[in-house]
């Protein structure tokens, strides 16, 4: 299984763009993205999935580089209620597959008033 | 719809005591997951269920840990003789998998074992 390589932490102010990176050099063909994060007492959330190129949703945009060893999660006007620790991981989501999620620890993102 | 319920939220042990940690997923979710988070280790996967059959329990500690999933609506973690060391927050999580893409996973809130 692939494994990520994340930056550990972040820093932004409120109102700025926030772009969380992703190494996945790993990856497999069967492989997908994930990010998910955790506010503290919370269990992971799940924010956006992605194979390839370009996902958007309400909440985030996820670009995959072409070869898909790299991905960046992107958080348009961050707020302080963004402040949490981030997850990106990648595991084999067909069925029958090897779908062991490696969640590692993630990049804490701080949000600055 | 109540999300992942898990209970109970907080325990306390003293070391060498049994816990047993309970997980009802979202009604219709086929598939059940169990980590394990602490500080130093960040969140590891444990075990996970398939339409109630184990499917890979890798992430298990070989001894003292088990997990069952007798019937749809709940999940158990078992923790024999716990000692310092297993004090972490247990999280659950459910998906749905439906032969296809597997879905992504709803997480509960976690228990929170403290072993002294």
């Known amino acids: 299984l692939a494994k990520t390589t994340q930056p550990p932490s972040m820093e932004a102010y409120e109102g700025q763009e926030v772009n969380v990176s992703c190494s996945h050099t790993n990856i497999a063909t069967s492989e997908y993205i994930y990010w998910y994060r955790q506010v503290p007492h919370q269990g992971p959330q799940f924010i956006i999935q992605?194979?390839?190129d370009y996902v958007v949703n309400e909440v985030a945009s996820l670009f995959i580089s072409a070869d898909r060893k790299l991905s960046t999660l992107s958080l348009p006007w961050v707020s302080l209620r963004d402040a949490a620790v981030y997850y990106c991981?990648?595991?084999?989501?067909?069925?029958?597959?090897?779908?062991?999620?490696?969640f590692g620890k993630g990049t804490s993102l701080v949000v600055h008033p | 719809n109540a999300g992942v319920i898990q209970t109970p939220r907080h325990k306390v042990t003293g070391k060498g005591q049994e816990a047993t940690l309970w997980c009802e997923p979202i009604s219709g979710h086929s598939a059940v997951f169990w980590y394990r988070q602490t500080i130093v280790q960040g969140l590891e996967f444990l075990t996970y269920?398939?339409?109630?059959?184990?499917?890979?329990d890798s992430g298990m500690p070989k001894e003292r840990f088990s997990a069952q999933m007798p019937n749809q609506s709940h999940s158990t973690l078992k923790i024999q003789s716990t000692q310092p060391q297993d004090s972490a927050v247990y999280l659950c999580?459910?998906?749905?998998?439906?032969?296809?893409?597997?879905?992504?996973?709803?997480f509960g809130p976690g228990t929170r074992l403290l072993v002294l």
């Open positions: 999580a459910s998906s749905l998998d439906t032969g296809g893409r597997q879905d992504t996973q709803y």
């Open positions: 269920f398939r339409n109630q059959a184990p499917i890979d």
């Open positions: 992605g194979y390839k």
């Open positions: 991981i990648v595991t084999d989501s067909t069925s029958g597959g090897n779908y062991k999620p490696t």
